[in-house]
């Protein structure tokens, strides 16, 4: 279906449009918001708040150290590696003003999964907390990173109270295992020597690479979705497109510089990234960050501090913070917006929500591979269960057979994207970016689709083996790749299964060699080589698996017998 098949289907307020001549880039939409709202709040952690302007002037003089006291030019790449805290806001632009490309990096990634990511992208800097200092110690002989920046829980709270946190962390709570990374320098340094050089302006322009945002591959080992400067403003755009949506009382959704949204998701993962670092600071709003959400007491006793009037979750949350005895006493007076992405949102949680909130929660669809909205359910009452909406602004989709042929509305076919925020490709893999983009400029998502009548779509089933936990994407194929790299292990195969906490947990089924292997090991070796949410749930000792002739695992069959 063309784009303009759904203009007349959006909610009031909505535009068909976006005018993506209004930015030249990330870094054009950051310095004017800064400017435009510079005594307003942009992040708030550990109880302190940085104004656009301190954000403004924090960046900078990150910016300034990266351009005087290192040799990186434009266009390297530099890693970012933390969870929410408030380096990382300042890191990610501070970067992006010294013209650097960013690579997120998952904290809990293992030595593994690091060592691939720092040298696929060929990192030369890295920007870490100290917590995983002893990971980095362990990779970096491997990598081609030069440029170590190492920051502190504490860092940005005033002397006293920021030593106090950091003992805490390091000495009390046991949590940074002993390391010696000599050559890094302190995130406090960097900004002091940073501070007060003038900044070298960088030329990027919207088809320029702001961000390598890593995903995993039908291949197993993960690949970097190229997104562009003007992929991330065209998403920006798109998603502020659907807030002007008008509410009951003829007035937008969201409203500039006065919103409060909680921030639980991390940023690294491009769904927050899109959200709270972008969407956020186009409209001069504040981000109230959540370091370590599974702490849901910690999370509510911070709830109960603001009145809030955005979350951005996936039902795992939901579910965990409705099951808080103090979840149901906070204020949910000024929540106008529930968003929930990365995995299926459950009826029965959608339904509870709502009776404890008064929020709908709206549920929309996206891959990393565009940017990452690519639609949306309309707001309040128009939302509808069950679908992933209808497309944003400018955006087309389509679903098509096996044979590539488009198919007619209401029947069911692989979804197919088209928009100004599918990404350029992988990096540096012309092979695998053939695979899902074609020439016209549509992206094969691998997800199995409907797009009904009335341009609400659903989503119906995965093509790819795909597992989701938690809104994290798990490719079996890694699994299978590093299990069978266990001396003891003569074949295996991964799948995913429902899980009432996570949505689908991974299921293992292992085929020892003679001599056996026992599910204690496997387990050690498994969380050994993988990040927690990749690590199998369930592990089964099995004699042989299910194939095709031609020695092809049935993985459709373990799903079966599961």
Known sequence: MQADFWNDKRPAGVPSHIDLTVYKSVLEVFERSCKRF??????????????YADLDRQSAAFAGYLQQHTDLVPGDRIAVQMPNVLQYPIAVFGAMRAGLIVVNTNPLYTAREMRHQFKDSGARALVYLNMFGKLVQEVLPDTGIEVLIEAKMGDLLPLAKGWLVNTVVARVK????????????????????????????????????????????????????????????ANMLQVLACFSQLGPDGQRMIKEGQEVMIAPLPLYHIY????????????????????????????????????????????????????????????????????????ALVKATAERWESITGCRIVEGYGLTETSPVASTNPYGQQARLGTVGIPLPDT?????????????????????????????????????????????????????????????????????????????????NEIEDVVMAHPKVANCAAIGVPDERSGEAVKLFVVPRDGGVSVEELKAYCKANFTGYKVPKQIVLRDSLPMTPVGKILRRELRDIA
């Not at 510079?38 to 104004?51: E, I, K, Q, S």
């Not at 949590?175 to 050089?197: C, E, I, T, W």
């Open 272 to 343: 927050a990234f899109t959200a709270n670092c972008m969407c956020m600071m186009v409209t001069g709003n504040h981000n109230v960050l959540i370091t370590n959400p599974r702490d849901i007491p910690g999370f509510v006793k911070e709830l109960k501090k603001w009145r809030f009037s955005a979350l951005l979750g996936l039902n795992t949350l939901f579910v965990a913070l409705m099951e808080n005895p103090d979840f149901k006493h906070l204020d949910f007076s000024s929540l106008k917006v529930t968003n929930s992405g990365g995995t």
């Open 396 to 476: 087309a989709y389509k679903v098509i057979d096996d044979d590539g042929n488009e198919l007619a509305l209401g029947e069911r076919g692989e979804l197919c994207i088209k928009g100004p925020q599918v990404m350029k490709g992988y990096w540096q893999r012309p092979d695998a970016t053939a695979e899902v983009l074609d020439a016209q400029g549509w992206l094969k998502t691998g997800d199995i689709a409907v797009i009904d009548p009335d341009g609400f779509t659903r989503i119906v089933d995965r093509k790819k083996d795909m597992i989701i936990v938690s809104g994290f994407n798990v490719y079996p």
């Open 174 to 233: 046991k949590m940074v295992p002993a390391y010696h990374l000599p050559q890094a320098v302190p995130f406090r340094q960097v900004m002091r020597q940073g501070r007060g050089h003038a900044l070298k302006p960088v030329q990027v322009t919207l088809d320029d690479v702001a961000v390598l945002q890593y995903t995993g591959g039908t291949t197993g080992l993960p690949k970097g979705a190229m997104l562009t400067h003007g992929n991330l403003v």
């Open 38 to 51: 510079a005594d307003r709040p942009a992040f708030t952690n550990l109880g302190v708040t940085l104004t």
